[in-house]
């Protein structure tokens, strides 16, 4: 998973502070109020102005990113989801 979003009509980007460990972050433009964050069941790192995320996924297992703004919230998921 690769993330860089850009605020401003793509003329700014964001500052990313780590919040929550590495399963979740927000970034934020410089100026502003507007907050995008990120959740998932893969870890999460931050790199200058992008998010990324690596993993393995073997046959029946699943992984999951969210991108979330504004008051809307998804819980943290902490386990790998399999098939039946």
């Known amino acids: 998973m690769n993330c860089t979003p850009l605020f401003n009509y793509g003329t700014i980007g964001g500052t990313w502070p780590c919040q929550g460990g590495y399963e979740s972050t927000t970034v934020a433009p410089h100026k ?22 690596h993993t393995t996924i073997a046959a029946g297992e699943s992984a999951v990113v969210t991108l979330a703004w504004g008051e809307t919230t998804f819980p943290l998921l902490r386990t790998r989801h399999t098939t039946p």
Not at 32 to 53: A, E, F
């Open 32 to 53: 502003g109020n507007l907050q995008l964050k990120i959740t998932g069941t893969i870890p999460l790192g931050v790199l200058s102005s992008r998010c990324q995320g």
